[in-house]
């Protein structure tokens, strides 16, 4: 493996540690300025720093014990790619859906660009229908 990939495979392994103990300031210090998300379901990617803080925010406001678990990891080039497991406890309001108090456990394929030693652009797939299946009311007639 070439040198410039084991830096972009270390400099992730440092934002998913980094995300787990919850430093957001530390984290956003990873990103490059002009950051890019690309998420499902949006016609255009976002932009900046802020937005990918205000989806952490989020999932954490909904799941305050959110823990993260890294399946696998691998690079090649500018980009690192990551299978990662999601769970936690539906504690508060998300997308909103008020608080059900129960265990969840979703997963991602993540695919980041790396330039100038920082996250450039994210391509992520969280299994959004599963997670909401799992904090979805359930119906009346049940």
């Known amino acids: 493996m070439d040198?410039?990939?084991e830096k972009n495979l270390a400099l992730l392994r440092t934002a998913y540690t980094t995300l787990a103990s919850r430093d957001l300031d530390a984290c956003v210090e990873l990103l490059a300025e002009n950051f890019i998300a690309n998420l499902?379901?949006?016609p255009d990617p976002l932009h900046g720093r802020e937005i990918w803080r205000l989806g952490t925010e989020a999932m954490w406001a909904g799941f305050p014990d959110l823990r993260i678990d890294v399946e696998d990891m691998f690079g090649a080039d500018d980009k690192v790619a990551v299978r990662v497991h999601f769970r936690g406890t539906h504690r508060g309001?998300?997308?909103g859906v008020a608080a059900t108090g129960r265990q969840v456990g979703f997963r991602s394929i993540e695919i980041y660009r790396i330039e100038?030693?920082?996250i450039a652009e994210e391509w992520v797939s969280p299994d959004?229908?599963?997670l909401m299946q799992q904090i979805s009311p359930v119906p009346a007639d049940h």
Do not use: D, S, V
Request: glycine content about 26%; cysteine-free; overall charge positive.
């Open 3 to 5: 040198t410039a990939t």
């Open 116 to 118: 100038g030693g920082r």
């Open 93 to 95: 309001t998300f997308q």
């Open 128 to 130: 959004m229908i599963g």
């Open 40 to 42: 499902p379901g949006l």
